[in-house]
């Protein structure tokens, strides 16, 4: 499956931006489902992600802030409210695991998938 991040840009502290990502074919299960980010010179961290109980999991420095949505089987959005400097990063879709349709059959995998990242720049 392949997953096609866009919506990111500059805004300016305080400001709104949403990331969609589109996956390539329709994604019934999976383990997790969200964003990552990586910001110069540290590691990719976890952001937003559905899981497979149904809950949402965010990464404590967005919590109150990120919304994590779903619109179909092949889009995941992330809404970004009240940005911050510190939000500046590369942003990643990421599925663990997923069961997709694939003309009209099941197709269980047990790998992980990354998008190719759109980059949130905020300034002060």
């Known amino acids: 499956v392949q997953l096609q991040a866009s919506g990111g840009g500059l805004a300016l502290a305080g400001g709104s931006l949403r990331l969609s990502c589109a996956a390539s074919?329709?994604?019934?299960?999976?383990?997790?489902l969200g964003w990552y980010r990586q910001a110069p010179g540290k590691q990719r961290e976890l952001v937003a992600v559905?899981?497979?109980?149904?809950?949402h999991n965010y990464a404590d420095s967005v919590k109150g802030r990120f919304t994590i949505s779903r619109d179909n089987r092949n889009t995941v959005h992330l809404q970004m409210n009240r940005l911050k400097p510190e939000d500046t990063a590369v942003y990643y879709c990421?599925?663990?695991?997923?069961?997709?349709?694939?003309?009209?059959?099941?197709?269980?995998?047990?790998?992980?998938?990354w998008g190719q990242g759109t980059l949130v720049t905020v300034s002060s």
């Open positions: 559905f899981t497979n109980s149904g809950t």
């Open positions: 074919k329709s994604i019934l299960a999976f383990n997790t």
């Open positions: 990421h599925v663990d695991k997923p069961t997709l349709l694939d003309n009209d059959h099941y197709v269980a995998l047990g790998d992980s998938f």
